[in-house]
């Protein structure tokens, strides 16, 4: 039963009708079909144990038992990501006899290639600019660096008045030998 349902069979409506359909709009705005697959795409995507049966698939078709081996998980809990990559049509299972088989379905991973082109374009344009202002502000420095060399070109003397002692040498003379 819904809240509006629920409202009118108390007699009572808190909000009118047609504020209950305007406030569903802004909360779930109708949006085309292709923004819907595209959300479930990057939902699915968004797990990487999903990521991982998706490059697994990517090699061959694979059966539900091969498929969760590696995760470690329940197969009741496994069943659910690939639920999730059904949904978004990203995998198709076959059944064959009592093994169900699943196989890669990159369409709608293309449709969301093509739709990320469109902001990779948008970004190589703004990271050429940033690369193009950076360099000329390392041109532009450099032409701004001093061209006054320094004329005694030797380590610059300490400031103190105070000397330092020389070393010691290493040995003295030759001691006495013993005769025999």
């Known amino acids: ?13 808190l909000t009118p009708w047609w504020a209950l359909s305007i406030l569903n709009r802004m909360v779930h705005p109708t949006a085309p079909p292709e923004a819907a697959t595209l959300d479930a795409v990057f939902a699915a995507l968004s ?17 539900v038992t091969e498929l969760a081996e590696p995760h470690g998980m329940s197969l009741t809990g496994f069943m659910k990501h690939l639920r999730v990559l059904e949904n978004a049509g990203l995998i198709s299972r076959t059944k064959e ?18 739709w990320l082109s469109r902001y990779e374009k948008f970004w190589t344009g703004r990271l050429d600019a940033l690369a193009r202002f950076l ?10 660096l001093p061209t006054e060399t320094p004329k ?6 300490s400031s103190s008045a105070g000397t330092t002692a020389s070393r010691p040498k290493k040995s003295g003379a030759p001691g006495p030998t013993r005769k025999r």
């Open 1 to 13: 039963m819904t809240f509006c349902a629920l409202a009118n069979s108390w007699g009572q409506s």
């Open 47 to 63: 797990d990487s144990t999903r990521r991982t049966v998706l490059e697994s698939l990517g090699e061959r078709s694979l059966s």
């Open 97 to 114: 006899g009592r093994i169900v088989r699943c196989e890669l379905s990159p369409r709608p991973m293309q449709e969301a290639a093509v």
């Open 135 to 144: 360099y000329h502000q390392e041109e532009t420095e450099w032409q701004n």
């Open 152 to 157: 005694n070109k030797s380590a610059p003397r």
